[in-house]
């Protein structure tokens, strides 16, 4: 599969987890040539504010505004239009906000964007939880079942894609492959797992049908931060793509 973005000539979106504009500027800057995209988080989103997808768009790659969007249906759609209003080409929206909401995703961020292309990726499972962790907020399927549920939905409702983790990738292409699927928790071969439990590889993510990757301290934290990245890309394109 093609990057989910034309401007797009790495897999990562480069998580840019840092306290002010000024730094996440600078960093997305500093590694333009070597990243497909920019990541933001709730930490730049409360902080700074949204002013941040405004002047990281500038820089002309895809922004990426994990919002995590969760609420009823039409207060998500007047957040997520404003979103598309500030540039974001990506918002996440938690799919277990249901149909309504996310079909309101949809269609406020479209407004907001205007004729700029801009998509809702639908979370499907957070990955911090597992079985037991569902079931004490009173869901009973396995992660798994969950994930084709959630997926459905989300291809139903007409979000761009799906952020998955690489173990349920296989899953999501089952159900909707035409789906993007973007997916954090990536580590090269032989780097520090800082808190991430269950990591993958570039090239597993690759192999496993993810379209593209959020990748954070990997690259942020490392002595050759732009060293880092073209050893991901590397791995990434050294790796066969799935159905291959
Ligand atoms: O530094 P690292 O590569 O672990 O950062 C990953 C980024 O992806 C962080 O911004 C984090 O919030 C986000 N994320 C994640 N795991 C998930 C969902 C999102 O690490 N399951």
Known sequence: MNFPDERMRSPIILALDVPTAEQAVRLANDSAEVVGGYKVGLELL?????GVIGALSELDLPVFVDA??????????EAARWLGRWGARWVTAHAAGGSAMLSGAVKGLAEGAGGRRAGILAITVLTSLDESG???????????KLTAKRT?????TDCEGVISSVRE???????APD??????GIRPRGADHHDQARVATPGEARAKGASAIVVGRAITTAADPIEAAMQINQEWRAALPAGS
């Open 46 to 50: 409360m902080g700074p504010g949204p």
């Open 68 to 77: 995590k969007l969760h609420d009823i249906p039409n207060t998500v759609q």
């Open 179 to 184: 789906l993007v699927t973007i997916t954090p």
């Open 134 to 144: 569902l079931a004490q907020t009173g869901v009973t399927l396995s992660p798994g």
């Open 152 to 156: 459905r939905l989300a291809s139903e």
């Open 169 to 175: 990738l296989g899953v999501v292409s089952g159900v």
